[in-house]
């Protein structure tokens, strides 16, 4: 299994582009997640799902969009970046919610400047 | 609002020390609380969680505290090593999958 895969892993943007970071799973997990991780800092929630066509904000979602068409793929879409969005950006997926607590497993990440 | 926070942002060990984290926590409703380490470069990754109505629970070389009365949620690492340098990061689960707090750098000194 691949896990959790994210691309593109870098990526520089002008102010007021636009792109999409991908992200895929092959672990069959329900749940799905995004996050941005600003230098030094936790990692924030910006939207997760929990099964094809369902999706919800998080914390920070803002300047973001998502769809959940397949149980693998959970692409994040960026309108209009801003140097705000300028971070590391986590896809993570787990299994379930559920009442116990289920490992979330992470990708590797995606590093994007806007300038 | 949820919020989860450190008290110390970096900690030197020495090789084959115990190291201790600490992290506290806001939100008494929390029912999970967990620990994840991200090494430079690299996504987070799991290490132990504890569920709200514990206070101590143990796994491979570490053990997680919970004490409910002060909010405060630790990591125990025993025998540090090279290997466990690395931001850690406490998170815990509520009205949202998860809060993170900024994490504390643990740095192991040969």
């Known amino acids: 299994n691949a896990g959790v895969t994210q691309t593109p892993k870098f990526r520089i943007l002008k102010i007021g582009q636009s792109m999409t970071l991908q992200c895929a799973q092959d672990?069959?997990?329900?749940?799905m997640y995004w996050y941005r991780q600003d230098p030094g800092m936790g990692l924030k929630l910006i939207y997760y799902?929990?099964?094809?066509?369902?999706?919800d904000k998080g914390e920070v979602p803002n300047g973001y969009n998502v769809s959940r068409s397949t149980t693998e793929d959970f692409p994040l879409r960026l309108e209009l970046a801003a140097p705000s969005q300028t971070s590391v950006y986590f896809c993570?997926?787990?299994?379930?919610?559920?009442?116990?607590?289920?490992?979330?497993?992470f990708g590797p990440g995606t590093r994007l400047t806007v300038l | 609002g949820e919020s989860v926070g450190l008290h110390l942002p970096t900690l030197s060990v020495q090789e084959g020390d115990n190291s201790i984290i600490n992290c506290a926590y806001s939100?008494?409703?929390?029912?999970?609380f967990i620990w994840y380490k991200q090494e430079s470069g690299k996504g987070p990754q799991f290490i132990i969680d504890?569920?709200?109505?514990?206070d101590k629970r143990q796994g491979q070389r570490v053990t997680v505290l919970l004490n409910k009365t002060v909010k405060h949620l630790s990591l125990q690492i025993a025998a540090t090593q090279p290997g466990d340098s690395a931001v850690y990061f406490c998170?815990?689960?509520?009205?949202?999958?998860?809060?993170f707090g900024k994490g504390t750098r643990l740095s192991v000194i040969a």
């Open positions: 993570a997926s787990s299994y379930s919610a559920g009442v116990a607590y289920n490992e979330q497993f």
């Open positions: 672990m069959n997990h329900n749940y």
């Open positions: 799902s929990v099964g094809a066509g369902i999706t």
């Open positions: 939100n008494s409703a929390s029912d999970y």
């Open positions: 504890i569920r709200s109505n514990m």
């Open positions: 998170a815990e689960r509520g009205n949202t999958p998860l809060v």
